[in-house]
């Protein structure tokens, strides 16, 4: 079992920055996908970006040229850079790490971060 832990969120402004991280208790996100997604209330859950083993990433349209997704390997850890926030931006973030290794197909989540963006 591999558990990411998501830190960083909180309230800002709009026009605001914001970065997410998730840590991982293993070496996982070399060997995976990363990604981050988002969910509101009465919503379903939505990817905002990706980022697979040879670091190429991928953006929902609403994010794409505000948002930034990488990863530290040595730190296990994930990233999402939030600028030019906006209040729609307002969800829990949650990080994910899937993938195959050895031929077994895993699938974890962190637990969520709340980001308001609220004047």
């Known amino acids: 079992q591999v558990n990411l832990v998501e830190t960083g969120g909180g309230l800002v402004q709009p026009g605001g920055s914001l970065r997410l991280s998730c840590t991982a208790s293993?070496?996982?996100?070399?060997?995976?996908?990363g990604a981050w997604y988002r969910q509101t209330p009465g919503k379903e859950r939505e990817m905002v970006a990706t980022?697979?083993?040879?670091?190429?990433?991928n953006y929902a349209d609403s994010v794409r040229g505000r948002f930034t997704i990488s990863r530290a390997d040595p730190k296990n850890t994930l990233y999402l850079q939030m600028n030019s926030l906006r209040p729609e931006d307002t969800a829990v973030y949650y990080c994910?790490?899937?993938?195959?290794?050895?031929?077994?197909?895993?699938?974890?989540w962190g637990q969520g971060t709340q980001v308001t963006v609220s004047s």
């Open positions: 980022i697979n083993r040879i670091y190429r990433t």
């Open positions: 293993t070496r996982i996100f070399s060997l995976s996908n």
């Open positions: 994910r790490a899937s993938g195959l290794i050895d031929g077994k197909q895993f699938d974890y």
